[in-house]
């Protein structure tokens, strides 16, 4: 019985280090994408060239 119970526990630590480890480069990634995508052309200045020189509509 004891086997059982240290078993268990062991695998609820890797399980949530699997889960951590998966998960924070994610939310990391959502957040660098989102200024790349969303705030980073709001302030470029070699972007809104790009934009205004082959008329590309900003809403696209």
């Known amino acids: 019985m004891a086997m ?3 078993a268990a526990v062991v695998w ?3 399980i949530g ?3 951590v480890l998966g ?3 994610l939310v990391i990634a959502t957040i660098v994408g ?5 705030v980073g ?3 470029n200045a070699r972007y809104q060239r790009h934009v ?4 590309i509509d ?3």
């Open 4 to 6: 059982d119970i240290t």
């Open 17 to 19: 280090l699997a889960i």
């Open 23 to 25: 998960v924070v480069p």
């Open 34 to 38: 989102y200024f790349v995508k969303v």
């Open 12 to 14: 609820h630590w890797w």
């Open 41 to 43: 052309p709001r302030y």
């Open 58 to 60: 900003e809403l696209e």
């Open 52 to 55: 205004r020189s082959h008329h």
